[in-house]
């Protein structure tokens, strides 16, 4: 059981790219895959921590691997969809992930050296689920309209709710720090 999480997290390291290979496809039944692939994905970034916690198999390998494979699996996911529907998924919303996920990591990397340590706060865990569940609808919904007349505006609007709310979880690691900090 030591081991099981580090290997869910380097699984879904590698499914990213995977899935926007797949994704990327002209084949609808690829796309299917991909998001079959993605729903273990991200099956595995909940069992992972999971594991870890209840199993104390918590290792610095691990709490290195597995915010790194997330970020690669959910990139993967985003620049396929940018890449198939760049109007509805614009490379700004990416861009603030991509800034989140370095800020946090940035400050992360920070604390630890000035031995300020903080757990990760729910607020950042609901980020987390509201990525997945609207990638997850993104996918299917982008799969669908190959066979139905689907108005794709509305990948546009979960896609910037989670921008929204990823963002706002930037904000507050910012806030977490220097609440840690000044204690």
Do not use: C
């Not at 993605?38 to 870890?52: E, K, R």
């Not at 699996?73 to 985003?78: A, D, E, K, R």
């Not at 993104?138 to 139905?148: A, H």
């Not at 709310?165 to 720090?177: A, N």
Request: aromatic share 18%; proline share 3%; charged share 15%.
């Amino acid at each position: 059981m030591r081991y099981i999480p580090n290997i869910l997290s380097i699984i879904r390291l590698f499914l990213g790219p995977i899935i926007l290979f797949l994704f990327l496809s002209e084949s609808v039944n690829y796309k299917w895959i991909a998001l079959l692939l993605f729903f273990i994905g991200s099956v595995t970034d909940a069992l992972d921590g999971y594991i870890a916690r209840t199993y104390d198999s918590v290792s610095e390998f691990g709490k290195n691997i597995d915010p790194f494979a997330d970020k690669v699996f959910i990139l993967s996911v985003l620049f396929s969809l940018y890449f198939l529907i760049p109007i509805y998924v614009p490379l700004w919303m990416i861009l603030i992930v991509v800034f989140r996920d370095v800020l946090v990591t940035f400050i992360r990397l920070v604390s630890s050296k000035q031995k300020i340590y903080f757990q990760t706060s729910n607020f950042a865990k609901l980020k987390t689920i509201i990525q997945s569940v609207v990638l997850h609808i993104s996918i299917l919904i982008l799969i669908l309209y190959n066979y139905f007349n689907i108005n794709l505006n509305f990948i546009y609007y979960l896609m910037l709710l989670s921008t929204l709310v990823t963002f706002t979880t930037g904000i507050d690691y910012i806030r977490l720090y220097f609440k840690y900090k000044n204690d």
